[in-house]
C-alpha cells in the first residue's frame, strides 16, 4: 500500500565539516556501506518499489552510487572476484526504481518534500532522513508499515529525549499511549523546554498522507524562514490523525561527529567480518583505561 518513498538529501552536512566538504555526507560509510544505502535498503524491505532522491547541485555522487559501474565489473569480472561483483552490482535493491530531482533552494525539509510531488502523485509515501541511521530486524519503516496498515493518517518515528534537548526535534503533542503507538493531536517544532508538549521526539520517518501537499503548496514559511514538514503535518491533522510509533531498534544521529562514530562502532559488531577484530579491540582498549 506504502509504495513510494522520499529521500532528502540536498543538506550540505555542516555538523560534519571538513570531511562533507566535496563527499556528499550521505555517501559516509558505515563499515561498508554509505548512509544512503542503508536507507535505501531499509525502504526495499518496506515494500517501496519508488524512491525520489530530492538533491542538490554538487550531490551527483549520490545518483552514481546507485548507477551500474562497467569498468569496476569488467575489472572484478577477469580477476575472479565474483562475490564482490555481486556486491559492486546491488546497491541498488532489486524491484526499486530511483529517480532524482533536484531542489532548487535550501528551503527547508517540507519544500524537499514538496519538490518530489511529480513522482509522489496523490498517494500515501514514505520520508526517511538517511542521516538518521536506525540498526534493527525488521528495519523501522517496515513496522512503521504494518501498524500504518492499521491507523492509516500520518505515522512518524518517535522516542523520548532529555527535555533539554527538546528544541532539536518536532515534539508531539499526545493524547494517549497504547504499547508502541502514541495518539497525538499536534506536533510543535523545535520548542522550548518549558513549551514542550512532551518529550516525544519525531525522528526521520514519516508516512504521510498525500493532503501534505495541499500545505506545501502554498509555501508557507515557518520556524528559521524555512518551509516546514512539521507546520504541513499540522495543518492537515483537521482531515487525517497523527500517530507516533515507538519503533525498534536503535537510532543514530550521523549527522553529527559522535553520533556517526557511535554508528561504526555498533554496526561494525553486527558484521561477520568487523565484529570479533572489533570486539576485541574494544575489549584490549578497556583493558588499558582500566589499569
Known amino acids: 500500500m506504502i509504495r513510494k518513498a522520499v529521500l532528502p538529501v540536498a543538506g550540505m552536512g555542516t555538523r ?26 531499509e525502504a526495499a524491505e518496506a515494500g517501496i518499489t519508488d524512491i525520489v532522491l530530492v538533491t542538490a547541485k554538487g550531490k551527483e555522487l549520490l545518483v552514481d552510487h546507485f548507477d551500474r559501474s562497467p569498468e569496476l565489473e569488467r575489472q572484478l569480472e577477469e580477476r575472479g572476484k565474483l562475490e564482490l561483483l555481486e556486491i559492486a552490482r546491488s546497491t541498488c535493491p532489486k524491484g526499486v526504481t530511483i529517480t532524482a530531482i533536484r531542489q532548487p ?97 519525531v525522528i526521520g520517518r514519516y508516512i504521510l498522507e498525500p493532503v501534505v501537499f495541499d500545505f506545501l503548496d502554498k509555501k508557507q514559511k515557518g520556524q528559521g524562514g524555512e518551509i516546514q514538514l512539521t507546520d504541513a ?14 519503533f525498534k531498534g536503535t537510532r543514530y544521529d550521523c549527522g553529527t561527529k559522535a553520533g556517526y562514530v ?10 561477520a567480518e568487523t565484529a570479533g577484530p572489533v570486539y576485541r579491540h574494544i575489549h584490549a582498549l578497556a583493558g588499558r583505561r582500566a589499569a
Not at 513522482?119 to 504494518?146: C, H, K, N, S, T
Not at 503535518?233 to 515507538?246: D, M, N
Open 233 to 246: 503535518i499540522a495543518a492537515t491533522l483537521s482531515q487525517v490523525g497523527l500517530s507516533g510509533l515507538r
Open 16 to 41: 560534519v565539516l571538513p570531511a562533507t566538504k566535496v563527499l556528499p555526507k550521505e555517501l559516509l560509510p558505515v563499515v561498508d556501506k554509505p548512509l544512503i544505502q542503508y536507507a535505501v535498503e
Open 105 to 201: 533552494a535550501p528551503l527547508g525539509l517540507g519544500h524537499a518534500v514538496w519538490c518530489a510531488r511529480p513522482v509522489i502523485g496523490d498517494e500515501p509515501f514514505a520520508v526517511l532522513l538517511p542521516d538518521d541511521l536506525i540498526l534493527g530486524q525488521p528495519g523501522a519503516l517496515r513496522q512503521m508499515v504494518d501498524q500504518w496498515s492499521q491507523t492509516r493518517g500520518h505515522l512518524v518515528a518517535v522516542e523520548n529525549v532529555p527535555l533539554e534537548h527538546v528544541n532539536r526535534y518536532g515534539i508531539l503533542d499526545v493524547v494517549e499511549e497504547k504499547g508502541q503507538l502514541a495518539r497525538a493531536r499536534g506536533m510543535v517544532e523545535k520548542p522550548k523546554p518549558e513549551d514542550a508538549p512532551s518529550t516525544l521526539s
Open 262 to 271: 557511535q554508528a561504526i562502532i555498533d554496526a561494525a559488531l553486527l558484521h
